[in-house]
C-alpha cells in the first residue's frame, strides 16, 4: 500500500523560507510523477510542482522563481523548497504520486494527508 507522508510545514514570516519533505513508501517501481499540491481555506486545491516522467520539474506560475521541487530515489523522499515565501502561500501543502500518466499529464492517484504552511506579513 502506497503511503505517503509530509513533514516541514509551519509559521514563517513573509520572505522566509521552508523545506517540505514527503517519505514514500509501498511500491517498488518509480512513480510516473511526484508533487505537490496545496489548498488554502475556500479554495480549490491546486498543483504547485511536479516532477514528471522525464524527471523535469514544472511550476505553476505563482511560485517559479521561489520554488524548487526535487527528489531523492535512492531515499523514496520528495522535497519542496520554498524561499521568498508570500502571504499568498499559506494553505495545507500535499504531497501527491501518480502511477501513470499520458504524454501531456499525471494521473494523480496517491495522497498524503497534507502539512500546514502559514506565512504572515
Known amino acids: 500500500q502506497v503511503q505517503l507522508v509530509e513533514s516541514g510545514g509551519g509559521s514563517v514570516q513573509s520572505g522566509g523560507s521552508l523545506r517540505l519533505s514527503c517519505a514514500a513508501s509501498?511500491?517498488?517501481?518509480?512513480?510516473?510523477?511526484m508533487g505537490w499540491f496545496r489548498q488554502a481555506p475556500g479554495k480549490e486545491r491546486e498543483e504547485v510542482a511536479h516532477?514528471?516522467?522525464?524527471?523535469?520539474?514544472v511550476y505553476v506560475d505563482s511560485v517559479k522563481g521561489r520554488f524548487t521541487i526535487s527528489q531523492n530515489n535512492a531515499k523514496n523522499e520528495l522535497y519542496l523548497d520554498m524561499n521568498s515565501l508570500k502571504p499568498e502561500d499559506s494553505a495545507t501543502y500535499y504531497c501527491?504520486?501518480?502511477?501513470?500518466?499520458?504524454?501531456?499529464?499525471?494521473?494523480?492517484?496517491?495522497w498524503g494527508r497534507g502539512t500546514q504552511v502559514t506565512v504572515s506579513s
Open positions: 509501498g511500491y517498488s517501481l518509480v512513480m510516473y510523477c
Open positions: 516532477i514528471d516522467s522525464d524527471f523535469k520539474p
Open positions: 501527491a504520486a501518480a502511477g501513470g500518466g499520458s504524454w501531456s499529464e499525471c494521473y494523480w492517484n496517491y
